[in-house]
């Protein structure tokens, strides 16, 4: 078997040189379903828009994703495939771009893109996997700042990929159960995820990759997957290490079939929708008949359509529970994991929308919140400041606590770095923010960085790939990051003046809100 995966894992430097040699344009790899051609630059092979799974359109809208139906010859691997459907977000509320896809979109969307160092020999490589965030509404994995040239460098194989999305990716109805009842419903776009897993076990020796050292890792919506592949029976055994970014986890879904803390079942908000569209009464067929600008609807972050969209839930297969009580009971994935969240999550959004969602995240403390809420500064600083906490922060501490007390190697970082081109505006490190210097794509895609930026990029991204090749952060020439340890609270902040190991700073407020113990 060692043998098998060594000759796989030199397969690609192999026909990246014969392709030279012959002129011809670009690297061929063969994978279960046919051969690919994908293109070198910058001493990295780029294979772009390979099918993980049939399209699921037709009868296989709300189906577990399908194989993919092998081709013959060799497909072209040059470029990103369609975006799954959504309704783009709009910058004027939510400025990070790389959350605005400008790929055309489609139902035909489950696809995955790779990048391998071009020319190497020897061991098998880490994987990378990334998932993208978006809310599970919108996101793309083609987004410039999540290339994987960078991460390539440094002697990683990264994956990115598509899943469905909004009702596409996270619908559930009674017709569907009886359509085909001895297949999991509803999580259709954690599937999708799972099925990406599935691919990179059976094909990622092929570029190079080792398919026992995987790495899965995400940021928002990514992260909150992460967690729950964590705590998913179908995911076990598929990575070996975890990298939560801005994750939360303190949420609590919807359940399939039954209500809970006053939300209706995912099973009866799928019927409420299927009467919205004008179909009461429709068998699972007529469903997914229905026109794709239907289902789609105006599903945006900030326009959730709840009494007719339930988004992901606790489904019992996919997803068996809620993840802070799982991480409690230690019954999670022991993987080694990497968490942690922004200084300033939600402090770029308008104050419209961070008074409303403040709003409702206090109301979620109970009749404690005075204890929580005395904690911060009045204004909207204090606003962005509890939200972020509560939704964010809190969540990814408590959960490193959990892990570690599992006795699984656990790291907590803060991300307080921010471009010193924005930092007249006197605002923390936002959502999303880090992603550039995980990814080390700072210079490419910010005119205005700076040496200071750049040097940042490389050191977050040189700790998440030592992590992804060992387990253990350490190892690139930086400061010693610690196991975390909840009776010490000491984590790495990446501060504008570099990275710093120290209690947390936030403690006292942090603690305030564990001690309410919140469910959002």
Request: proline share 8%.
């Amino acid at each position: 078997m060692l043998r098998t995966v060594m000759m796989s894992a030199c397969l690609l430097s192999l026909v990246v040189s014969a392709a030279r040699a012959q002129g011809e344009p670009g690297p061929r790899v063969q994978i279960d379903s046919g051969v690919l051609r994908g293109r070198v630059a910058d001493g990295v092979a780029a294979f772009k828009g390979i099918p993980y799974a049939a399209a699921p359109v037709g009868p296989l809208r709300w189906r577990p994703p399908q194989p993919v139906s092998a081709w013959s010859g060799e497909r072209d691997a040059t470029d990103y495939s369609n975006d799954c459907l959504q309704n783009k977000l709009s910058a004027a509320w939510f400025p990070s771009d790389w959350l605005l896809p400008t790929r055309p979109t489609s139902e035909d969307c489950l696809y995955l893109n790779v990048w391998a160092p071009a020319h190497r020999s020897g061991a098998a490589l880490p994987v990378m996997v990334w998932i993208h965030g978006g809310g599970f509404l919108t996101g793309s994995g083609a987004a410039p700042e999540m290339v994987g040239t960078g991460l390539a460098q440094k002697g990683m194989v990264v994956v990115t990929f598509n899943y469905r999305l909004g009702r596409f990716g996270f619908f559930a109805h009674p017709s569907l159960v009886r359509d085909h009842p001895d297949e999991a419903v509803g999580n259709y776009g954690l599937m999708d995820q799972i099925a990406v897993l599935g691919w990179v076990q059976r094909n990622i020796a092929a570029f190079g990759g080792d398919p026992g050292n995987v790495t899965i890792f995400g940021q928002s919506a990514g992260g909150v997957s992460v967690l729950r592949l964590m705590i998913s029976p179908p995911a076990r055994n598929m990575f070996a290490r975890a990298i939560v970014e801005s994750g939360g986890g303190r949420e609590r879904w919807a359940r399939l079939d039954a209500p809970i803390a006053g939300r209706p079942s995912a099973l009866s908000v799928g019927e409420a929708f299927a009467r919205h569209a004008g179909a009461p009464d429709a068998d699972a067929a007529k469903l997914r008949a229905l026109p794709a600008k239907t289902v789609l609807g105006n599903l945006r972050s900030m326009a959730p359509e709840a009494d007719t969209y339930s988004g992901p839930m606790v489904d019992g297969r996919i997803v068996p529970g809620d993840v802070d009580t799982m991480f409690e009971r230690h019954e999670e994935a022991k993987a080694p994991l990497l968490i942690g969240a922004n200084s300033d999550e939600l402090g770029m959004m308008p104050d419209l929308i961070v008074d409303a969602m403040t709003k409702a995240g206090v109301a979620k403390l109970g009749p404690g919140q005075a204890a929580v809420v005395g904690n911060y500064r009045s204004g909207k600083t204090r606003r962005a400041d509890l939200l972020s906490d509560v939704a964010f922060v809190e969540p990814s501490r408590f959960l490193a606590g959990c892990h570690a007390a599992s006795g699984a190697p656990t790291f907590l970082y803060r991300f307080s770095y921010v471009a010193e081109a924005k930092r007249p505006s006197g605002a923390g490190a936002g959502h999303s923010s880090e992603i550039p210097y995980v990814f080390d794509t700072v210079a490419a895609v910010a005119p205005d960085a700076t040496d200071a930026d750049r040097k940042m990029a490389a050191t977050v991204s040189g700790y998440w790939t030592a992590f992804a090749r060992t387990g253990n952060p350490n190892g690139s020439g930086g400061f010693v990051w610690p196991n975390f340890d909840r009776r010490t609270d000491v984590l790495m902040n990446f501060t504008a003046e570099g990275p710093v190991v120290q209690q947390d700073p936030i403690k006292p407020r942090l603690d305030a809100i564990t001690n309410l113990n919140p469910v959002l």
